[in-house]
C-alpha cells in the first residue's frame, strides 16, 4: 500500500488509490440507481396489470341481468384507484389509475389502463384495500349502459332517512358500508330533505348538494352517481353519456326507417333527443333532456306492435 502521513499528520493517498475509491462509489451510485430504476419499473407495470385485471373484475356488472348487481374485490395492499375520466372523442374513455403503498410511500405513474365501454362513478380516488361496486342500468329511455358506482369499504354512507323504494334497494344490496340503519357519527350522512348533512338530497327537485356543489340528476340511476361521485366526475361521464344518448337516438331513427319498409310503423322521430343531447353543456341540463327522454319512452311504450326497444 503506497500512503504515508505528511509532517502535519495528514493521511496523503496516491492517484491509484483515490481513482479506485471515485470509481467504487460511481459504481455504487450506479447500482442503487439501477436497482431503484427496476424497483420504479416493476412497481408501473404491477399498477398498470391491477388496473388491467380491476376493469376484468367489473365485466360481469356490465353482462348481469340484475338491477343492482354488486361485487367487491381485495387488494393486497393499501390502494388509492384513481377515477380518470376523459370526455373527448366521439364517447370519451374511463381511465383507471393506480398507486399503491410501497416501502411507505405511495408509487407514482402516469400510466392509465383505459376503456370505452366502462362509466364508473367514484371520488377522484378511493382509498383502501377492499372495494366495492354496484351497477345499476341507466335507461334514457333506452337502455343506455350499465353505470357503477365503486366505494372503498373505508367509507361509509347512511341513508337512515331515504325514501322506502331506496331504501329497500340498498339494504336488498348486502353492502357492508351502505346501511339504511344502525349507523354512527363518523359515517358520511346522506339525507333526504334533511339538515346538516354530509350529502343533501332534494329528490323532488332531481339536485344533490355536497362540499359547496350542486350536482343536478334525473332518475335514480344518476342519483347514486352524484352521490357517490365528486363533481368533476360526475359532470365527465355524465358529458359522456349523453354522446352515447345521441349516437343510440340515431340508431334508433334509422331502425325506424328500416322496420317501416315491412309496413310496421312507430311514428318516432329521435332526431330531437339526438340534438339535446348533443347540446349538452353540464348537469344543469339534464332535467330538459330527461322529459324529452320520457316522452319518446312513453310514444314506444304506446306502440306495442312496433316499439323500437
Same mark, same amino acid.
Given at each position: ?132 361496486? +354496484? *351497477? ?10 350499465? $353505470? &357503477?358506482?365503486?366505494? @372503498? =369499504? #373505508? ?72 352521490? +357517490? *361521485? ?10 359522456? $353519456? &349523453?354522446?352515447?344518448? @345521441? =349516437? #343510440? ?61
Amino acid at each position: 500500500m503506497n500512503r504515508k502521513f505528511s509532517k502535519q499528520g495528514a493521511l496523503e493517498i496516491s492517484f491509484p488509490w483515490l481513482f479506485a475509491i471515485v470509481a467504487g462509489i460511481f459504481i455504487l451510485f450506479l447500482s442503487i440507481y439501477g436497482v431503484t430504476r427496476f424497483i420504479k419499473t416493476e412497481q408501473t407495470t404491477i399498477d398498470a396489470k391491477t388496473g388491467k385485471e380491476i376493469g376484468v373484475l367489473l365485466n360481469p356488472l356490465e353482462t348481469s341481468f340484475e338491477s343492482g348487481a354488486v361485487t367487491y374485490f381485495i387488494l393486497p395492499v393499501s390502494t388509492r384507484i384513481y377515477n380518470k375520466c376523459d370526455s373527448i372523442g366521439d364517447f370519451g374513455k374511463q381511465g383507471i389509475q393506480i398507486s399503491q403503498m410501497s416501502f411507505n410511500k405511495w408509487t407514482e405513474t402516469n400510466v392509465n389502463v383505459n376503456f370505452q365501454n366502462k362509466y364508473i362513478f367514484s371520488k377522484d380516488y378511493a382509498e383502501g384495500k377492499k372495494f366495492y361496486v +354496484f *351497477s345499476k342500468p341507466f335507461q334514457f329511455p333506452f337502455k343506455v349502459a350499465d $353505470l &357503477m358506482y365503486m366505494t @372503498s =369499504s #373505508l367509507d361509509r354512507y347512511c341513508f337512515a332517512d331515504a325514501p322506502g323504494e331506496i331504501s329497500e334497494e340498498l339494504a336488498n344490496l348486502n353492502q357492508e358500508n351502505i346501511l339504511v340503519e344502525n349507523c354512527s357519527e363518523e359515517d358520511i350522512d346522506v339525507c333526504f330533505g334533511g339538515i346538516n348533512c354530509d350529502i343533501n338530497v332534494n329528490y323532488d327537485m332531481g339536485v344533490v348538494e355536497k362540499e359547496g356543489d350542486s350536482i343536478y340528476f334525473y332518475g335514480d340511476a344518476l342519483m347514486y352517481a352524484a352521490i +357517490f *361521485s365528486d363533481e368533476y366526475v360526475y359532470e365527465c361521464q355524465l358529458n359522456r $353519456l &349523453m354522446k352515447r344518448v @345521441s =349516437s #343510440l337516438s340515431l340508431i334508433y331513427n334509422d331502425k325506424a326507417s328500416f322496420i317501416s319498409r315491412t309496413g310496421c310503423y312507430s311514428n318516432l322521430d329521435l332526431s330531437f333527443l339526438s340534438g339535446a343531447a348533443e347540446s349538452f353543456s353540464n348537469s344543469a341540463d339534464i332535467s330538459s333532456i330527461g322529459f324529452i327522454a320520457d316522452d319518446v319512452g312513453l310514444k314506444n311504450d304506446a306502440n306495442s306492435v312496433c316499439r323500437l326497444w
